[in-house]
């Protein structure tokens, strides 16, 4: 029973991994990679459920044939190229980070932050 679903037990750990990954480093290219991976993990799941069994290509021939469903591949096609492009954005991001804090440990930059906002409340009064 458990063997026959394999691929979703699969797109369940590497969404557990990613998701640990995101929650307990505080690197932020760490973060980036454990999304990277989450977001993989969910692609996997989706593209699992698309199949159907004894399902042949969308290629009707006559009305009892039961076909895959193209509509999740495609999706998960947008899904890929929007994902490459937001992970795109984040690693330019934590770049800027690094050029403006010279760390991309979130702990660091927090404490940064914290000492700055300080040094500005002191200067006001």
Same mark, same amino acid.
């Given at each position: 029973?458990?063997?026959?679903?394999?691929?979703?037990?699969?797109?369940?750990?590497?969404?557990? @991994?990613?998701?640990?990954?995101?929650? #307990?480093?505080?690197?932020?290219? !760490?973060?980036?990679?454990? @999304?990277?991976?989450?977001?993989?993990s969910?692609? @996997?799941?989706?593209? #699992?459920? &698309? !199949?159907?069994?004894?399902?042949?290509?969308?290629?009707?021939i006559?009305?009892?044939?039961?076909? &895959?469903? =193209?509509? =999740?591949?495609?999706?998960? +096609?947008?899904?890929?190229?929007?994902?490459v492009?937001t992970?795109?954005?984040? +690693?330019?991001?934590?770049?800027?980070?690094?050029?403006?804090?010279?760390?991309? $440990?979130?702990? @660091?930059?927090?404490? !940064?932050?914290?000492?700055?906002?300080?040094? #500005? $409340?002191?200067?006001? &009064?």
């Amino acid at each position: 029973m458990i063997a026959d679903f394999y691929n979703y037990w699969v797109a369940i750990i590497l969404m557990m @991994i990613g998701f640990y990954i995101v929650i #307990s480093d505080a690197n932020l290219i !760490k973060k980036m990679i454990g @999304i990277t991976i989450f977001q993989t993990s969910v692609f @996997i799941l989706f593209i #699992s459920m &698309s !199949k159907v069994e004894g399902g042949t290509a969308p290629i009707l021939i006559d009305e009892v044939t039961l076909y &895959s469903n =193209p509509l =999740p591949h495609v999706l998960i +096609l947008t899904a890929i190229v929007v994902g490459v492009a937001t992970t795109a954005l984040g +690693l330019a991001i934590i770049a800027r980070i690094y050029r403006e804090y010279g760390t991309v $440990d979130e702990n @660091i930059i927090h404490a !940064k932050d914290e000492e700055e906002y300080e040094d #500005s $409340d002191e200067d006001l &009064s």
